[in-house]
């Protein structure tokens, strides 16, 4: 059973920077396509980035120069190193891992418990 744990939220300023983590246990991180996704106040799960099983990145257009996601297999960790936060980022950040196919979709077989990112001035 493959596990995720995020850290690394908190509270920012508008332009700050934040680096997720995304812990992986259970399994390869070669193995799986890993997302991160993050859930607005009354809205379902929203894709951010993901890293495809290949390696390469994808963005959603809301993060596209700002964020970047990374995964280091050496300690199993998947990060989403996010700058220029504005207030709009503001939500629980998810990280989600999925075999099925090479790529993220909305339908990930597993998911951590989130972590959560505050932008504010």
């Known amino acids: 059973q493959l596990q995720l744990v995020e850290s690394g939220g908190g509270l920012v300023r508008p332009g700050d920077s934040l680096r997720l983590s995304c812990l992986v246990s259970?399994?390869?991180?070669?193995?799986?396509?890993i997302g991160w996704f993050r859930q607005d106040p009354g809205m379902g799960q929203k894709g951010v980035a993901c890293i495809k099983m290949n390696g390469s990145p994808d963005y959603s257009q809301a993060v596209y120069g700002r964020f970047t996601i990374s995964r280091d297999t050496s300690k199993n960790t998947v990060y989403l190193q996010m700058n220029d936060l504005k207030p709009e980022d503001t939500s629980v950040y998810y990280c989600a891992a999925d075999r099925k196919h090479s790529f993220c979709t909305s339908n990930m077989d597993y998911w951590g418990n989130g972590t959560r990112v505050t932008v504010s001035s």
């Open positions: 259970g399994g390869l991180l070669s193995d799986y396509a």
